[in-house]
């Protein structure tokens, strides 16, 4: 009993030890928990109270309060972000996109918000083609607005070589005075030196320069990439809205006809705008704005059309019509699956339809064919603009087109007369080619029978005969033969009969060169050590004459026929 006894005191004990290590325990988790809560991070777990508490149980409130205190820094990071990007929205909204004093805000902002010391906007400037750099459009330093004039060639230095690169670059520790050499900045030498393009799509419209005398944080850098990127766009928008005035007052001052019509138009429109919420309480008037639209738009010689959601034409004008040879209102109400007979042609319009109506963007597509039920084809470049229909609520297409039909078989006709001239050429050649061949055949032997004034006509025989060759075969310039250009490198269906021209030709070349080589020899046709040379090579040149003639016309009968289909498909 004494025995029961003394055990039951000593798990009494051990259990009180338990439960008050699960209550320092607790004391510490509690504590850990309302310091975090309170955003304290810094506190010490180790005390004089815990420091026999079980390690791991330590560690693991370490681990939770670095956690913590990681995602609370994320969070003000994003919202850090976030307020930045809410202000540089602020400063290119509305108006502000017009101020002069645009960009310098846009740096001021970056280089306050981001603690940095310097900054500067360079945009791209290809006013002048020939020569295009970078501008140096607001210069931000030490809390206030910079005057500074500078240019910056593309790929010069580090801003040209950013620019080109189209990615994010960094520097650090940059040696004394770096800055303000290589750096479109200058006024101190920073330590630190960021680059970001202003890039959109691809297209890069500048560089932004960052210079602190810290490295920034990672989050400031893509705070500064997100800027950039942004700035891109509206830049873009900035030149495209000055790039379309510009076109639009050159358009005025040249056409000045055309602006009033175009002022008549606009007034019209104008009318039918004020009159927009008269013309839908009165039918009447509404069916009579539509009677002068439908009017407008039969004006436009471009086929004009309007589809609702599901690719049926509730709107075309008579060019649109005329295209199918029907009346425009056997075309309402019905999509391009009755006109068009090639189902695959009909498949792509379909498809383009349903990329505009997901699109809150005008669509420039391609080159479209296609086939009309009575057989005529047509090739089109169509831009299709996506609009909402206030009467119906749902999202129509507006397309405006532009038959490319005549223009492309008219290119197509030059292209293949273009091949005519060159084959004619070709069939010119070859015929002065199995001339020559002759020639050199005549001038070797009247060679060898001692009359030497013939070795000049030979030798000008022969090199005439192989820059021909050369030219059929690679193209040039033809020499003695009327041609409007060079000749382009031979036509794939010509080459087999040039490679077995050139077999034969380097025999016979080499064996006319040897007769000339051995007339060239005093007195050499008296010497039996050569007699047997000539004698060989003139075997070599009759032996080859034949196959020569026949090649070279086989050339030119080849190019002949060539001729005849192109004109067949030209007629």
């Known amino acids: ?127 002048d083609p020939s020569d295009p750099f970078l501008e140096l459009s607001a210069c931000y330093a030490y809390g206030k607005k910079k005057f500074v004039e500078r240019r910056v060639d593309i790929g010069n230095g580090l801003l040209g070589q950013c620019f080109l690169e189209k990615e994010t670059t960094i520097y650090t520790d940059l040696p004394k005075n770096y800055a303000s050499i290589t750096s479109g900045l200058g006024e101190s030498t920073p330590r630190f030196l960021l680059m970001v393009p202003m890039k959109y799509s691809n297209e890069v419209l500048g560089v932004i320069e960052i210079a602190s005398f810290k490295k920034l944080e990672q989050h400031k850098v893509e705070f500064v990439e997100k800027v950039a990127e942004s700035l891109a766009s509206v830049s873009l928008t900035i030149r495209s809205s000055k790039k379309v005035e510009s076109l639009f007052q050159e358009s005025q001052q040249k056409a000045q006809q055309l602006q009033e019509k175009e002022e008549t138009l606009r007034q019209n429109l104008e009318e039918l705008v004020a009159t927009q919420e008269e013309m ?11 009677d002068l639209l439908k009017f407008i738009l039969d004006s436009i010689p471009f086929p004009i059309f309007v589809k609702d959601e599901l690719g049926r034409y509730s709107i075309v004008n008579k060019a649109e019509a005329k295209l199918f040879n029907l009346d425009f209102k056997s075309l309402i109400g019905k999509d391009d699956s009755h006109f068009v007979k090639n189902k695959e042609e009909w498949e792509v319009i379909k498809q383009s339809d349903a990329r505009v109506l997901a699109s809150d963007d005008p669509v420039e597509l391609p080159l479209q064919n296609f086939t009309t039920t009575g057989g005529k084809s047509f090739i089109f470049k169509t831009t299709k603009i996506p609009f909402l229909n206030n009467v119906t609520g749902k999202k129509n297409i507006l397309g405006v087109s532009i038959d490319l039909t005549e223009k492309l078989n008219l290119e197509k006709k030059l292209f293949k007369e273009k091949k005519i001239s060159i084959n004619n050429t070709l069939i010119n050649i070859a015929g002065r080619q199995r001339m020559l061949t002759q020639k050199i055949g005549f001038y070797t032997e009247t060679l060898v029978r001692g009359k030497k004034q013939y070795a000049g006509m030979l030798r000008d025989a022969i090199e005439w005969y192989e820059h021909s060759h050369q030219v059929i075969r690679y193209g040039g310039m033809p020499l003695g033969i009327h041609s409007e250009s060079p000749l382009p490198p031979l036509q794939e269906e010509l080459v087999d009969y040039s490679e077995k021209i050139d077999k034969v030709w380097q025999l016979y070349k080499t064996a006319a060169e040897n007769v000339l080589y051995f007339s060239s020899l005093e007195g050499h046709f008296k010497k039996d050590s050569h007699n047997d040379d000539v004698e060989r090579n003139i075997s070599i040149i009759e032996t080859n004459a034949e196959s020569l003639l026949k090649l070279n016309n086989d050339l030119m009968m080849a190019c002949i026929e060539l001729n005849q289909a192109s004109m067949v498909e030209i007629n």
């Open 280 to 290: 839908q309480r009165n039918q009447n008037e509404l069916n009579r704005q539509a």
């Open 1 to 127: 009993m004494i025995f029961s006894s003394n055990k039951t005191k000593k798990q009494n004990e051990e259990l009180k030890t338990t439960l008050k290590s699960f209550e320092h325990k607790l004391d510490l988790a509690t504590t850990c928990l309302e310091k975090i809560s309170a955003g304290d991070f810094e506190f010490n777990l180790s005390t004089a109270d815990n420091a026999n508490e079980d390690m791991s149980f330590i560690n693991m409130l370490s681990s939770v309060r670095s956690k913590m205190l990681e995602y609370a820094q994320r969070d003000q990071q994003r919202l850090w972000a976030a307020e930045g990007l809410s202000q540089f929205m602020n400063l290119t909204s509305g108006n502000n996109r017009e101020n002069l004093a645009f960009y310098d805000n846009i740096i001021a902002l970056l280089v306050k918000y981001t603690g940095a010391n310097q900054g500067g906007i360079f945009t791209y400037n290809n006013a």
